[in-house]
């Protein structure tokens, strides 16, 4: 019986990991420019641990802890850079997915992660607290806060 290979399902793994961790970081912070270069490193570093990673019971967040840390050293590193983010200028639904996107950008970097994982990935609070490596109650007091704080950025609203 032949073993299996080291990459065995990796591909399969990239080819649906990526455009999560690109939409998430993007998400985060509207930076596109190097948003894919990000996940794309996080996913090499994931190839190298596959065969550890493989067996987590999610390890997109595995990915998504990595490349986390990876854009927040890339915006540690270009702080002066305040990154370009063009408003399309179409239906009113993609304003309104434009104002959340740029009221997400003014918070506070861990108010902005937990809450983008929340609510756009759909990840649970101990699932967060996994990623970001916290505690629970450390993540509800951040959704919480970042909840207020976009509703005040958005006028009000509970989008």
Known sequence: MNAPEPDQGFAEFFRTCLPVVTRTL???TG?????????????LIARHRWDDIHAYDKPEAWVLKVAIRLMRRSQQRYQHETPLVEV???AEQVHEVEAVRSALRELSPRHR???????????????????LV???ST??????R??????RILGG???
């Open 157 to 159: 609203t509970d989008e």
């Open 134 to 136: 916290v505690g629970e």
């Open 139 to 144: 993540v509800r007091t951040h959704l919480t």
């Open 26 to 28: 993007t998400s985060l």
């Open 31 to 43: 930076d596109t420019r190097v948003v894919e270069d990000v996940a794309q490193d996080a996913l």
């Open 113 to 131: 992660e937990v809450v983008a994982l929340h609510h756009l990935l759909g990840y649970s609070v101990s699932e967060i607290a996994s990623v």
């Open 146 to 151: 970042g909840r207020a704080e976009l509703r």
């Open 88 to 90: 399309p200028d179409v």
